[in-house]
């Protein structure tokens, strides 16, 4: 809905300077191009950016309460807020608006932190209570909406987005090599820490209070569901449970003032959202679609299939590498740190293509880390299975030689050598990491960020999954809640701030039913066996779509939103690439070998290694240093 930042100084005699707080706040304008405001009293100041989208002529923020002691900066929407108003307005709260962001302030007057419990949507908000001279910030329980602050001696500082903190003169733009090891394997972050040194971010399902100490007290309020217990009721229920919360869920995410539309990718996900969407509103919908000339990285033929059946009004684009390599420096700049999926950038061109439409788009994210979407989830099931007994009857000298043939270049043909990578085979058994993170996750593995980082950088070992396997030992439940609840800690928050950021990017809101929380609470009660069977996963929400989709879309293999990044680098193209890694402006940076990185684009030149994954991630760094570090023009 639009971008908040503020400033509190802890020095009550030391008052917010206005112009700064106005240069952070232009700093977000793609976030809320529609209006501005500001709350400036003396060492307090709030500020946003408005994306109109709920009513439209008294939703104006900064908001107070009625006598003015208590302010409000909101980002996001508030779903359930008509039925929370009624019992406030019983308990004597009036009402100046139709605005979500109204009942936040009284909710908070009457129940105080405790109120957040009672919330259904996305948000991020500040209030600051004058009187008692107090902040509380919240974000949503699972990260849909985001929030990043800096906090030292002197003073707080919000925003929705790190470019506007750095536009205060508290805080410059440093890189924090703890970063590296993290995001080498990941491609993310997954702690509360960024890229920038002191930045960070609140955690999904927290809360913030703070005063003028500069004390911070930052607590959870909402933790994903204990494991399922077993599930004694039988499938249909489940089907049927799902599909009535799905439609709950699809529909209030309807809300809205303003036009509307879905992401259609073509995939089951974004499809079911689709097709529910034009079943609620009895009239045909405007659907976007993103694709590309080479047709084997394209999903658009299915996305036409999904809006001819539906009967939408569909919109599609198409994205060149030209097209993704000039985009790429200014998408860095609207993430803040380095891209992790080439998919952002196609999420970038379909939502301004749906920006020339409707403000406020529905997205099927989300239904993958809920019910086991991903194969990766199915896989590791099997290879757990099959681990075990390999275990049992080969001896650990043999398991290492087969380890080491399977990394081992020109042994087999690529495709094949890929494929059996992701199997036990390769894998080691008695680490989780190289199990399952380097399976699916890692780029660089430990031992590959070994062989590439200079020796001033190099990591301690387990740098790069700690914070990933406190999540998963956290965890207490079969092996596929574990996988679930890890991603959904980690993975999905990655993947939600692409969504915000690249849709926002074009000004247009993005709203995601299969995270609704409710939803997704009932979601982790749904069985093991009801999730998965044999490579593939979602069985629930595929049993819950029939009626919805032809069978050729409900059955048909994931894609997952892919680009044609590998073929791209399998040709002249990375050229450019490599002259980017390999130029004396990147290698002065000074952390990484450079005979590393020439043997990485020798190997992936001649074919016999594939390292797209790994050159991607290496050139979004470079692009983010040149961008933020050095403040290059990124557009």
């Known amino acids: 809905m639009c971008g908040i ?9 030391r008052p917010v300077d206005a112009q700064v707080v106005a240069s952070m706040n232009r700093r ?27 009513d439209l002529a008294t939703g104006h923020q900064p908001m107070s309460n009625e006598d003015g002691t208590l302010w409000i900066v909101f980002n996001g929407e508030i779903y359930n807020h008509r039925d929370l108003r009624p019992d406030l307005e019983a308990r004597g709260h009036r009402y100046r608006t139709q605005s979500d962001t109204e009942t936040l302030i009284h909710l908070y007057e009457e129940y105080g932190r405790a109120g957040i419990g009672r919330l259904r949507g996305m948000f991020a908000f500040v209030l600051w209570d004058q009187s008692r001279r107090r902040l509380f910030a919240a974000r949503d329980r699972l990260g849909i909406k985001p929030f990043y602050y800096y906090l030292d001696k002197n003073s707080f500082l919000f925003a929705s987005e790190i470019k506007a903190l750095l536009d205060h003169p508290a805080l410059r733009a440093e890189f924090d090599p703890k970063a590296l090891p993290e995001y080498l394997a990941f491609g993310y972050l997954s702690s509360d820490t960024t890229f920038f040194r002191g930045v960070r971010k609140l955690m999904p399902g927290h809360t913030l209070e703070l005063d003028e100490t500069g004390e911070a007290k930052i607590e959870p309020y909402w933790d994903f569901p204990p494991a399922r217990a077993g599930g004694t009721h039988p499938k249909k229920y489940y089907v049927e449970s799902y599909r009535e919360l799905l439609e709950e869920a699809v529909s209030s995410h309807l809300m809205s003032d303003v036009p509307l ?13 689709a097709a529910l969407t034009t079943r609620l509103r009895r009239e045909p919908i405007e659907t976007f679609s993103v694709g590309y000339a080479e047709a084997p990285y394209s999903e658009l033929p299915f996305a036409r299939e999904v809006a001819a059946h539906i009967g939408s009004v569909h919109h599609e684009v198409q994205v060149s590498w030209t097209d993704f390599m000039d985009a790429l420096p200014r998408l860095i700049w609207h993430e803040d740190e380095p891209i992790v999926w080439p998919s952002s950038v196609s999420l970038y061109f379909v939502a301004r293509l749906a920006r020339e439409r409707v403000t406020v788009v529905l997205t099927g994210e989300g239904s993958d880390e809920t019910l086991a979407g ?7 099931l099997w290879n757990a299975r099959l681990d075990g007994v390999y275990r049992k009857v080969t001896p650990a000298a043999l398991r290492a030689v087969v380890r080491k043939y399977s990394d081992e270049a020109g042994v087999l043909p690529l495709a094949l050598e890929r494929r059996l990578r992701h199997t036990f085979l390769a894998r080691d058994g008695d680490s989780w990491p190289s199990f399952y993170f380097d399976n699916f996750y890692s780029a660089f593995s430990e031992a590959a960020q070994f062989d590439l980082m200079a020796d001033a950088y190099r990591p301690a070992p387990g740098d790069a999954y700690h914070n990933a396997l406190s999540y998963w030992e956290q965890a207490d439940g079969d092996l596929l809640y574990r996988l679930l609840y890890t991603d959904i800690k980690t993975y999905l928050v990655e993947l939600l701030m692409k969504q915000d950021n690249m849709s926002m990017a074009a000004s247009i809101e993005s709203r995601v039913p299969f995270l609704d929380h409710v939803l997704a609470e009932f979601a982790a009660g749904i069985p093991a066996r009801f999730e998965t069977r044999g490579l593939a996963g979602k069985f629930i929400l595929k049993s819950a779509a029939r009626g919805l989709l032809p069978a050729s879309i409900i059955y048909r293999k994931k894609m997952g939103f892919p680009t044609p990044l590998r073929g791209w680098l399998a040709g002249p193209q990375l050229d450019h690439v490599e002259s ?17 990185l020439r043997r990485l684009f020798s190997e992936h030149r001649s074919r016999s290694k594939d390292h797209t994954d790994r050159i991607w991630r290496l050139m979004n760094l470079e692009l983010w240093r040149r961008v ?6 990124a557009f």
């Not at 501005?36 to 408005?50: K, P, Q, S, T």
């Not at 991903?374 to 590791?380: D, E, L, N």
């Open 261 to 273: 539309g879905v992401f259609l990718s073509g995939g089951l996900d974004s499809s079911v959202v």
């Open 374 to 380: 991903y194969t990766r989830y199915a896989w590791t």
């Open 580 to 596: 980017l890694l390999l130029g004396p402006r990147s290698l002065e940076w000074g952390l990484f070998k450079p005979e590393t």
């Open 5 to 13: 930042c503020g400033v509190l100084n802890f020095d009550r005699n």
């Open 628 to 633: 933020f570090i050095d403040r290059d023009p």
């Open 28 to 54: 977000i304008t793609h976030r809320g191009p529609d209006d501005e405001g500001f709350y400036i009293a003396g060492n307090a100041g709030l500020a946003m950016r408005r994306l109109s989208i709920i």
